[in-house]
């Protein structure tokens, strides 16, 4: 009896001061709200060098958008070289040092991210981390990486139709497990660094996407600098609210503002609805030589306040009428997003809407701030909103009215 109590009381005190003790460096959560960086495959793709990651991380602070939360300095794919005697993977010519280069980054007190596949070679061809998890993953820390985006690429055809032929489900389990296998060669470097699942939205990955690490996850097939592409997938992600939130969140791609032949009315309508889906918002343009008409939405402080809100609640389409999208996010404090899109097919034209409140759940006249000009709107029942084709009205309302 007495052994046992003093066991019971050996054990309380092991309980107790694990309870107290201060989490390990593993433990230390990421992604609280969604990262907010630059990678480099929208605009660089395979040509991306360590002179243009350098160039993009003085940016970052030059601009002020290092200031306005951007802090990730993401390599996507093409910076893979080959394996050493030993299976380290070392880098190709365009990034000759890549301790330095992180050490860079850090230095102007920003984060670097990395991109691997779970298969043997990534989308480009590049060396992936099939049979190396575990090194790669060392391999990361000792550089000072923080965050790794792992794309499924050749893990389709090189393990799951190999392995698993005619069995669907034993393919899921498949990718799930590589998933998994990552996160936890990351967890054991005992370096944070965030987690984020590159697999297309394949299996409802948002319903599996936090049970094996993933800190944040493609929903779809690759963004382009197109308003019909991001629309598509912008407006597909109704439905999705309930799988993200501190820690975890929906991913509908990188950012395209500033890319290819985007109107302003389309990079502003871009980057208002990556913000009340509490995207991650990773700039994808070349931040070296941007207008500073594309600086300034990108740095839209209040927008960004509304995908970073730390209740982390992602919106949902209120409705869709006609060419128009209305959608709305609840934020912390009781406020709320307000979203209207004119997604009309001709670029040119400006159509006639009237908004109904009801249909957001509100009553009687709102008074809020339109997020683009600053000012302060007023929003009444069936009021008349006229939008230049693909353009958006995006206002917050501190006390919305229910
Ligand atoms: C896939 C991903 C892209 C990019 C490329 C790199 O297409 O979805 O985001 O990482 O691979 O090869």
Redesign the pocket.
Known sequence: MRTYKLWAVAACMVAAIVATAPASVAQTPVAQTPPMGWNS?NFFAGKVTDADVRAAADALVSTGMKDAGYVYVNI??TWEGQRDANGVIQTNSKFPDMKALADYVHSKGLKIGI?SSPGPK???GYAGSLGHEEQDAKTYAAWGIDYV?Y?L?SFIPAVMMKQAPNDHAAQMRLMHEAYAKMSHAIESTGRPMVLSM?Q?GWDAVWEWGASVGGNLW?TTG?INPTWDRIAKIGFSQDGLERYAGPGHWNDP??LEVGNGRLSLAEDRSHFSLWAMLAAPLLAGNDLAHMKPEVSAILMNRAVIAVDQDKLGEQGHRAYAEGEFEVWQRNLSGGAMAVCIIDNGSSRYSTHPFHLQLDKLGLRGTQTGTDLWTGKSVTLTDNMPIELGAHDVLMVRLDHPAA
């Open positions: 495959w996507d794919d991109y990534t989308c480009a985006k794309d690429c590159c297309y493609r690759d791609d990188m």
